[in-house]
């Protein structure tokens, strides 16, 4: 089998059950959910909901992440072939949903673009793109023209935090070039006559506990790449500990607090951002209106 540098992770693995890389699965799509989905943020989710496709499997494994009984583990979800994933997009479509939102593709990129070659012509919502933001430019490139709307993470600025997190010290190195060639390929952002995006770029990032100097060098960060006024923003604050209590960050046993996530807003609103905010109180999935 041919050895995978889909991520940049370069694992180099044959992707067979007993030769598995970093993100846990085999080249055979598995998807753990497929649903209307209510809590994305307000121009995606909309009042019908987002039509979500949560692939199992992820690349970047934060030691906090929320889904990991999706993003680990092999035998969970169920295998689709390309073809049958198209006929989940219809589904979807015919369900009322308001886009396509792929959640984490990237290791099954080969069978997504498969997919999306075969039923995006005959898509009239969006598809959507979402993803951690450690992306190699090369497989974003082959998405070019199939994906509307980027939605990636920007989590980290320094590199010993995205080590210390996620093991991946060049995260922001990546990340960087992901969200230039994402901009590349979809531009400024455009809203429909309701108000829902079109398409383009929504930016993710989510403050964490202890973090917020890194938050705040995070979102500078982005202001120089790219255009604020060209992207929207949807500043995170539903960090829960609970999924990262076993891990050695003492820092990461909390949750965010008002201080820390409003000096981050702040900090966002002063360099010219605009877009959405999580309600922090019950550190839930709920969107609060644009900021
Ligand atoms: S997609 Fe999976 S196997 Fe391939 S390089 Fe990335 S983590 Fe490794």
Request: hydrophobic residues 35%; charged residues 20%.
């Amino acid at each position: 089998m041919e050895a995978c540098h889909l991520c940049p992770r370069h694992c180099g693995a044959s992707r067979t059950p007993n030769a598995l890389g970093v993100c846990g699965q085999t080249r055979q799509i598995r998807i753990a959910r497929a649903a209307l989905h209510p809590y994305e943020e307000p121009p995606i989710s909309g009042n019908r909901g987002s039509g979500t496709v949560f692939f199992c499997g992820c690349s970047l494994r934060c030691v906090f992440c929320q889904n990991r009984a999706i993003s680990r583990g092999e035998q969970i979800g169920e295998a689709v072939t390309p073809r049958e994933l198209t006929d989940i997009f219809l589904r979807l479509e015919q369900e009322g949903a308001h886009n396509i939102n792929l959640v984490t593709p990237t290791h099954f990129l080969d069978g997504v673009l498969q997919a999306l070659e075969l039923v995006k012509h005959r898509l009239t919502i969006p598809v959507l793109y979402n993803t951690s933001g450690y992306e190699l430019v090369e497989a974003l490139g082959r998405l070019e023209g199939l994906v509307d709307i980027y939605l990636p993470d920007f989590k980290y600025y320094s590199s010993k935090v995205s080590a210390k997190y996620s093991g991946a010290p060049d995260y922001r190195e990546i990340a960087e070039k992901a969200l230039l060639e994402m901009y590349r390929q979809v531009g400024t952002f455009t809203l429909d006559t309701d108000g829902l995006l079109r398409s383009g770029l929504l930016v993710r990032h989510l403050v964490l506990p202890g973090n917020r100097h890194d938050s705040m060098a995070v979102l500078s960060r982005l202001s120089e790449l790219l255009p604020v006024t060209d992207l929207r923003l949807s500043l995170m604050s539903q960090y829960t500990p609970d999924f990262a209590l076993e891990c050695p960050h003492k820092e990461l046993h909390r949750r965010v607090t008002r201080f820390e996530y409003e000096s981050v807003l702040e900090h966002a609103l002063s360099l010219g951002f605009t877009g959405y905010m999580q309600g922090r109180a019950s550190a839930s999935s709920l969107y609060t209106p644009n900021f």
